[in-house]
């Protein structure tokens, strides 16, 4: 076994699984991420099965995500002001009373619409403060040099398992019921609680002035990347395809159900598909970020995103769909995880959770206003047309700030 291990850390792949902590952090992450693609897969069908609607799937949506746009500072500036490491322990733990208390209420035949809603606002109102903790944790676990590897291997992780958990979860609604996966979810994080509480970290002191108000940390954020036009032309980008983009996601139900008639397995396979593409592409960001300028990658990963979503969006085609949205992820992801990186490898070390809990605000805090809309969207002019019509808003804009950034280059 360790002749095995020893294999895999020689790989240039891997570097960032040499630091033991993060070695353990990553394995930790694995299984909870199962557990949560389980549980975000059977929420929306739940949802769906509890309304038939596309508007409710939109504000479930909405509500799950609105949080971070709400709180997500407060997350950032507690993240740059105490134990990331502990943050994150806290959030964990209240993440599985969440799964319990959804499960339970399945079980017992409680669930409607509206309790569901009040869950999915509470485990937002978590995320936001354990998202930019977790994200600007990693730099302690591995620091700059592995940094963009690390990230890559981040969605690596976070996109097996979404592979995993919605084909587990598809199974385990056909086989015994929606509540299974909820209860399997509150289990999964213990295998990161336990990781957390065995890791033996060297108290990090803080570093800089971040004693100020939540909005002074704002502004300060906001300051600093202000300055820096790459960040801005990155964050306008983030921000679009997170708005008319990613939002598509919240009519798979419906995709599933009227369009492929495929029903909740058929709907597990499709987010396994986008799963599938992901990792494959963190793989390959993960292989060869040194060797490849990030506008490459960013640019890239928005054209196969753009491309996978309007034949995804057009298709009557089981496979078709599925293929398509395997270059969905390939697409999304390597947008994604070379924005990230981006960002944290910018960010002053006194900031780092400030800036990424704007980074944040815009990538998931826009999210709600997106699902929102592109219920709405669908509502009105049908689902196909609401994906076409996000996915060709993304390509313009991605265009408009290609050229942008050469015309600054060329000037300066």
């Known amino acids: 076994m360790n002749k095995l291990l020893n294999r895999i850390l020689s790989v240039p792949t891997f570097r960032s699984l040499r630091h033991p902590e993060y070695r353990l952090f990553f394995t930790g992450q694995i299984i909870s991420l199962i557990g949560t693609w389980m549980q975000t897969m059977a929420q929306a069908w739940l949802v769906y099965e509890l309304t038939h609607s596309s508007m409710w799937l939109g504000v479930v949506g909405f509500l799950n995500t609105i949080p971070m746009l709400?709180?997500?500072?407060?997350?950032?500036?507690?993240?740059?002001?105490?134990?990331?490491?502990?943050?994150?322990?806290?959030?964990?733990?209240?993440?599985?009373?969440?799964?319990?208390?959804?499960?339970?209420?399945?079980?017992?035949?409680?669930?409607?619409?509206?309790?569901?809603?009040?869950?999915?606002?509470?485990?937002?109102?978590?995320?936001?403060?354990?998202?930019?903790?977790?994200?600007?944790?990693?730099?302690?676990?591995?620091?700059?040099?592995?940094?963009?590897?690390?990230?890559?291997?981040?969605?690596?992780?976070?996109?097996?398992?979404?592979?995993?958990g919605p084909a587990i979860g598809g199974v385990i609604i056909g086989a015994v019921g929606i509540a299974w996966c909820f209860f399997l979810n509150a289990v999964s994080f213990f295998a990161v609680i336990i990781v957390l509480l065995r890791m033996k970290m060297q108290p990090r002191p803080i570093v800089g002035n971040n004693t100020g108000s939540v909005f002074g940390s704002l502004k300060e954020s906001i300051n600093y990347i202000r300055s820096d036009r790459t960040l801005?032309?990155?964050?306008?980008?983030?921000?679009?395809?997170?708005?008319?983009?990613?939002?598509?996601?919240?009519?798979?139900?419906?995709?599933?159900?009227?369009?492929?008639?495929?029903?909740?397995?058929?709907?597990?396979?499709?987010?396994?598909?986008?799963?599938i593409g992901a990792f494959i592409s963190a793989i390959i960001v993960a292989s060869t970020e040194s060797k490849t300028r990030p506008s490459s990658f960013i640019y890239s990963g928005i054209t196969l995103f753009v491309s996978g979503v309007?034949?995804?969006?057009?298709?009557?085609?089981?496979?078709?769909?599925?293929?398509?949205?395997?270059?969905?992820?390939?697409?999304?992801?390597?947008?994604?995880?070379?924005?990230?990186?981006?960002?944290?490898?910018?960010?002053?070390?006194?900031?780092?959770?400030?800036?990424?809990?704007?980074?944040l605000i815009i990538f998931q805090g826009l999210a709600p206003f997106g699902h929102l809309g592109m219920g709405w969207a669908a509502d009105q002019i049908g689902s196909?047309?609401?994906?076409?019509?996000?996915?060709?808003?993304?390509?313009?804009?991605?265009?408009?700030?290609r050229i942008y950034m050469n015309t600054h280059q060329t000037t300066n």
């Open 70 to 164: 709400l709180f997500a500072m407060y997350g950032g500036t507690i993240a740059d002001r105490f134990s990331k490491q502990r943050i994150v322990l806290v959030t964990q733990m209240l993440s599985l009373i969440q799964s319990v208390i959804l499960s339970t209420i399945v079980f017992l035949n409680l669930a409607t619409v509206e309790i569901v809603c009040v869950l999915a606002f509470t485990l937002g109102t978590i995320n936001a403060f354990d998202v930019p903790a977790r994200q600007s944790f990693v730099v302690e676990l591995v620091g700059k040099e592995n940094l963009a590897n690390a990230i890559a291997l981040n969605s690596a992780s976070f996109n097996g398992a979404r592979i995993i």
């Open 384 to 401: 196909r047309w609401a994906i076409l019509s996000g996915a060709a808003i993304c390509g313009m804009v991605a265009i408009v700030m």
């Open 310 to 359: 309007s034949v995804f969006a057009i298709s009557d085609n089981v496979a078709v769909s599925v293929y398509s949205l395997i270059f969905v992820g390939m697409g999304l992801i390597m947008f994604i995880a070379t924005a990230n990186t981006t960002i944290q490898r910018r960010a002053p070390d006194a900031m780092r959770g400030r800036v990424m809990a704007l980074y």
């Open 232 to 275: 801005v032309a990155v964050l306008t980008l983030v921000a679009v395809i997170t708005v008319f983009g990613w939002s598509y996601t919240v009519l798979l139900p419906i995709f599933a159900d009227k369009i492929l008639n495929i029903g909740a397995v058929g709907l597990g396979n499709l987010m396994m598909s986008f799963g």
